[in-house]
Antibody
Framework: EVQLVESGGGLVQPGGSLRLSCAAS????????MSWVRQAPGKGLEWVAN????????YYVDSVKGRFTISRDNAKNSLYLQMNSLRAEDTAVYYC???????????WGQGTMVTVSS | SYELTQPPSVSVSPGQTASITCSGD??????ACWYQQKPGQSPVLVIY???KRPSGIPERFSGSNSGNTATLTISGTQAMDEADYYC?????????FGTGTKVTVL
């Protein structure tokens, strides 16, 4: 079964850091671009970052540039999101998602909640 | 930055057709896709590359994209189709989601 499982969310103070992980299974992880997408409580979806198959290309939404870093370990079938200098507006459910068919997210994890609050 | 606009809500009677629009500048020149999200669940891809359905998505879901508007059509709407729907496109290395539409099956 194709599956993505996120972990690492939690409560963090403003200015703090958190590292999210996503474990992939059931497909050849190293063959796909991968992404993080977030959803603030009661709000819509927002793409955060994505990374090429070999990690050589990374892209970010403007609001997280310089604060978040996406990475991957193909040997461990894992995707990561290092989040620094967290702000209240980063509070959201963070989803790991697989990119396929060019520009569509065809597989999503169950999400992990990140709450930034004092 | 690129924006995609959807109506906040659409209501439909069971068995009827629901149409959800997604508007963006020259959207027809890009690929559009659509996601369904039910409360407390992760999004599910229902249409990609404007009109293609992933495996397992019912035939009642169809899509089109031309000019500045992409449209998701649900034919013979069922109660299980009640959900939030988001369009999405790619522009200048950014993946942009629409504002979302809540579909209510009355």
């Amino acid at each position: 079964e194709v599956q993505l499982v996120e972990s690492g969310g939690g409560l963090v103070q403003p200015g703090g850091s958190l590292r999210l992980s996503c474990a992939a299974s059931g497909f050849t992880f190293s063959s796909y671009w991968m992404s993080w997408v977030r959803q603030a409580p009661g709000k819509g979806l927002e793409w955060v970052a994505n990374i090429k198959q070999d990690g050589s290309e990374k892209y970010y939404v403007d609001s997280v540039k310089g604060r978040f870093t996406i990475s991957r370990d193909n040997a461990k079938n894992s995707l990561y999101l290092q989040m620094n200098s967290l702000r209240a507006e980063d509070t959201a459910v963070y989803y790991c998602a697989r990119l396929a068919h060019g520009f569509a997210f065809d597989i999503w994890g169950q999400g992990t909640m990140v709450t930034v609050s004092s | 930055s690129y924006e995609l606009t959807q109506p906040p809500s659409v209501s439909v009677s069971p068995g009827q057709t629901a149409s959800i629009t997604c508007s963006g500048d020259k959207l027809g020149d890009k690929y559009a896709c659509w996601y369904q999200q039910k409360p407390g669940q992760s999004p599910v891809l229902v249409i990609y590359q404007d009109s293609k359905r992933p495996s397992g998505i019912p035939e009642r879901f169809s899509g089109s994209n031309s000019g500045n508007t992409a449209t998701l059509t649900i034919s013979g709407t069922q109660a299980m189709d009640e959900a939030d729907y988001y369009c999405q496109a790619w522009d200048s290395s950014n993946y942009v989601f629409g504002t979302g539409t809540k579909v209510t099956v009355l």
